[in-house]
């Protein structure tokens, strides 16, 4: 299990707080703590399960979950923190896609589709059309490595835009998303904010670094 708050894999040790019981069945937080010694904060779910209960407390280990669990705590998910390198417009929605995932995969999708796109335009310098169509055009254009164009034409494939038109003619519209749709679509994010910003920027220092000592060197910079 990763740790929302601090990133740091560790192995998770539940514990349940027995809420009550409604028409839909008995609710429980499900509860972890970080161990890492930075972080130490908790991780608390809300689910729905079937628990067995040990002088009224819900056996640790033994509830088994009905729904999904909702995290209530962080809010957020478990994705890793935006790059300081990323323009802030196409930051802010990844921030916020992320936000909604757990509680809205409709709007996170759409959110992250209209990121895609602006990324698509301002950064890979495709013209504007709609999504599929400029997805399109930039793989034609083989300016991205293997992992990314392949994750980036997933996009396609897994949102079935043939299907569903509109996600690709207005990509910030929230309709119906597909199992996974939403996550691989902060995936691609994630791959194309390190391709577009992240890497662009470390080869910019490092050219820096090199002009620094040649000048120092007496020589003439790199062009």
């Known amino acids: 299990m990763k740790c929302p708050h601090c990133l740091v894999e560790f ?18 937080i499900e509860r972890y703590v970080c161990p890492n010694p930075k972080c130490k904060r908790q991780i608390l779910y809300l689910v729905r399960g079937t628990p067995k209960f040990v ?9 088994q979950r009905r ?11 478990n994705r890793p923190p935006v790059p300081p390198e990323v323009a802030p417009q196409f930051a802010d929605d990844y921030r916020e896609a992320c936000l909604v995932l757990a509680d809205s995969p409709k709007a996170s999708a759409a959110l992250s589709r209209r990121c895609l796109q602006g990324i698509l335009r301002e950064k890979a310098g495709a013209k504007p059309s709609n999504l599929a169509d400029e997805i399109q055009e930039v793989l034609d254009r083989n300016i991205w490595p293997s992992y990314v164009a392949d994750i980036v034409d997933a996009v396609r494939n897994i949102g079935i835009f043939a299907a569903h038109p ?38 910019a220092e490092k ?11 007496g020589k003439q910079p790199m062009k």
């Open 11 to 28: 192995h998770p040790q539940v514990e349940w707080k027995y809420l009550g019981k409604d028409r839909q069945g008995n609710w429980l």
């Open 55 to 63: 002088a009224g407390t819900p056996k640790i280990g033994s509830v």
């Open 166 to 203: 509109i996600k690709s003619k207005q990509t910030g519209v929230i309709v119906d998303v597909e199992p996974g749709e939403a996550d691989l679509n902060l995936d691609v994010l994630e791959a194309l904010f390190d391709f577009h910003f992240v890497q662009p920027a470390r080869v």
């Open 207 to 217: 050219r820096a670094a090199i002009n620094r000592k040649l000048q120092d060197a």
């Open 67 to 77: 729904s999904g669990a909702l995290m209530v705590y962080p809010k957020g998910s």
